[in-house]
């Protein structure tokens, strides 16, 4: 029998994370499009963005009709590498821009997030905007395909930090990190070690 779950954050109620997620305004808007394949994963960061950001919106699927209505009045970039891609601290700071801008962030593995592109042609054409440079990923819990590779909710907070300076939102990451201390602790202090790497207690 599963545990009951929180309705809100879809934690269970013992793990619940409500009161770490913040409720933060940003100038540009956030547009989150997640493969099912990401709904019920246990560490699903995209959620926690969705939550902690006011202008904010989570929409899953692998096909996305109202696409177009989405970006409709918006400056809208894909946070997506492709060899046209801008670095996204040289675009102008979202307050300075005559249209509202939309930040378009797909979320699944590498493979599921081409996927998304492939089958959603308006997604696949928009300008594209990659992050700078930055520290390692705080997802200690995976295997990153690569070093500079990041949770959702990790890019979201990069990303905005970088279009809205001086305003910062690692407010975002506290549910993120209670989240993936919880699953270290659930796993144990040498498993966590032998499979990822990290530092058994009292080392």
């Keep these: 029998m599963s545990r009951p779950a929180c309705a809100?954050?879809?934690?269970?109620?013992?793990?619940?994370?409500?009161?770490?997620?913040?409720?933060?305004?940003?100038?540009t808007r956030i547009l989150l499009l997640q493969h099912p394949s990401e709904r019920r994963h246990p560490l699903n960061t995209a959620r926690l963005a969705a939550l902690g950001l006011a202008n904010a919106q989570l929409e899953i699927g692998e096909t996305f009709a109202d696409l177009p209505r989405w970006l409709?009045?918006?400056?809208?970039?894909?946070?997506?590498?492709g060899p046209e891609a801008v670095t996204i601290d040289r675009l102008p700071p979202a307050s300075a821009t005559p249209a509202k801008r939309l930040l378009v962030i797909p979320d699944g593995t590498w493979r599921k997030a081409r996927l998304l592109?492939?089958?959603?042609?308006?997604?696949?054409?928009?300008?594209?905007?990659?992050?700078?440079?930055?520290?390692?990923?705080?997802?200690r819990v995976r295997k990153a395909p690569a070093a500079e590779a990041l949770s959702t909710v990790e890019a979201v907070v990069a990303?905005?930090?970088?279009?809205?300076?001086?305003?910062?939102?690692?407010?975002?990451?506290?549910?993120?990190?209670?989240?993936?201390?919880?699953?270290?602790?659930?796993?144990?202090?040498?498993?966590?070690?032998?499979?990822?790497?990290?530092?058994?207690?009292?080392?």
């Excluded at 409709?72 to 590498?81: D, I």
């Excluded at 592109?117 to 997802?139: K, Q, V």
């Design 72 to 81: 409709a009045g918006h400056e809208a970039w894909l946070l997506f590498p």
């Design 8 to 27: 809100r954050c879809q934690r269970p109620l013992s793990l619940c994370l409500c009161a770490l997620i913040p409720s933060l305004s940003s100038h």
């Design 159 to 203: 990303a905005l930090n970088a279009l809205e300076a001086p305003a910062r939102f690692e407010a975002l990451l506290a549910p993120f990190d209670a989240l993936i201390d919880g699953q270290i602790a659930a796993m144990g202090a040498e498993t966590f070690a032998r499979n990822h790497g990290g530092p058994v207690r009292g080392d």
């Design 117 to 139: 592109l492939h089958t959603n042609p308006a997604l696949a054409a928009l300008p594209r905007a990659t992050l700078p440079p930055g520290p390692p990923s705080r997802y």
